[in-house]
């Protein structure tokens, strides 16, 4: 089975920082991974797809790299609502959905 | 806008059996396009798949449950349900829907509902 690791665990940022996050996966899933948002009491959203596609709606500070095993999400400055935890997700080994274990952004 | 919305029980004894209904709005669950989700998150945990389901019944597991997780759909009512028997504390978790969508024969989940809070007790 495809293990999917982040860091870091969480990171300590302020508005208008750049923030950086990566997510590694145990083999080779090419560019099937995406991206999450996700704040307490709230629904999670899809960011980033097929890691560098924005999703519809996302906003232009949000962007994703990579591919093989090794990917990063950058989110140039860093706005209030964008504090919570982000998750990475591989779509490579269908049907199974194996999401990152998470990394938690919030304020310093 | 499409909106998912989770409603059941919020307290289950343990060794028996979790239900929950996904009621879809705003969109259609007869589409070829789309399979519809369950996912779970324990309290201070990631994320966990527990499947997915088409409007033709057609059906994926997490092979960690153990056979435990049965999807259905009612396409009648725009529902989808989860039941997962002999539960225990450790399926004590936020239950989500979503739709799985998948560009490229890839699967994302693009719409979430907000989640519904299951606590298994003893």
């Known amino acids: 089975d495809i293990q999917m690791t982040q860091s870091p665990s969480s990171v300590s940022a302020s508005v208008g920082d750049r923030v950086t996050i990566t997510c590694r996966a145990s083999?080779?899933?090419?560019?099937?991974l995406a991206w999450y948002h996700h704040k307490p009491g709230k629904a999670p959203k899809l960011l980033i797809y097929?890691?560098?596609k924005l999703q519809t709606g996302v906003p232009s500070r949000f962007s994703g790299s990579g591919s093989g095993t090794d990917f990063t999400l950058t989110i140039n400055n860093l706005q209030p609502e964008d504090f919570g935890t982000y998750y990475c997700?591989?779509?490579?080994?269908?049907?199974?959905?194996?999401f990152g274990p998470g990394t938690k952004v919030d304020f310093k | 806008q499409l909106q998912l919305q989770e409603s059941g029980p919020g307290l289950v004894k343990a060794s028996e059996t979790l239900s929950l209904t996904c009621t879809v709005s705003?969109?259609?669950?007869?589409?070829?396009?789309?399979?519809w989700g369950w996912i779970r998150q324990p309290p201070g945990k990631g994320l966990e798949w527990i499947g997915n389901?088409?409007?033709?019944?057609?059906?994926y597991y997490n092979p960690s449950l153990t056979g435990r997780a049965t999807i259905s759909v009612d396409p009648s009512k725009n529902q989808f349900s989860l039941k997962m028997t002999s539960v225990a504390a450790t399926d004590t978790a936020v239950y989500y829907c979503?739709?799985?969508?998948?560009?490229?024969?890839?699967?994302?989940?693009?719409?979430w509902g907000q989640g519904i809070l299951v606590t298994v007790s003893s």
């Open positions: 389901i088409n409007y033709g019944g057609t059906t």
């Open positions: 997700q591989q779509a490579n080994s269908f049907p199974a959905i194996i």
């Open positions: 097929a890691a560098s």
């Open positions: 083999q080779d899933i090419s560019i099937w």
């Open positions: 979503a739709r799985r969508w998948s560009p490229q024969n890839r699967a994302y989940f693009d719409s």
């Open positions: 705003g969109g259609s669950i007869n589409s070829n396009n789309y399979y």
